[in-house]
């Protein structure tokens, strides 16, 4: 049997978003709610022992059903 040893990993980065232009009526004091606006970024890296890699961002979380996928198309 032919086989190859595949190490594979992810990460989650929170990427802050620049707040928007927004519209207030006149004589009022605006508000711009700023906490909680993040984007996040997810990156998912592969590398076997021969050296052979690969990087991919991706638009969700990996799964363990994602690394299957990875694995059987390797």
């Given at each position: 049997m032919d086989?190859?040893?595949?190490?594979?990993?992810q990460i989650k980065k929170s990427v802050?978003?620049?707040p928007r232009a927004a519209w207030f009526p006149r004589g009022t004091r605006p508000s711009v709610e700023l906490s909680?606006?993040?984007d996040w970024m997810y990156l998912l890296?592969?590398?076997t022992e021969g050296g052979d890699h690969f990087f991919s961002r991706v638009t969700e979380y990996g799964t363990a059903e994602h690394a299957?996928?990875?694995i059987l198309t390797s």
């Amino acid at each position: 049997m032919d086989a190859s040893v595949v190490c594979i990993d992810q990460i989650k980065k929170s990427v802050q978003v620049e707040p928007r232009a927004a519209w207030f009526p006149r004589g009022t004091r605006p508000s711009v709610e700023l906490s909680g606006q993040r984007d996040w970024m997810y990156l998912l890296g592969a590398i076997t022992e021969g050296g052979d890699h690969f990087f991919s961002r991706v638009t969700e979380y990996g799964t363990a059903e994602h690394a299957k996928q990875i694995i059987l198309t390797s």
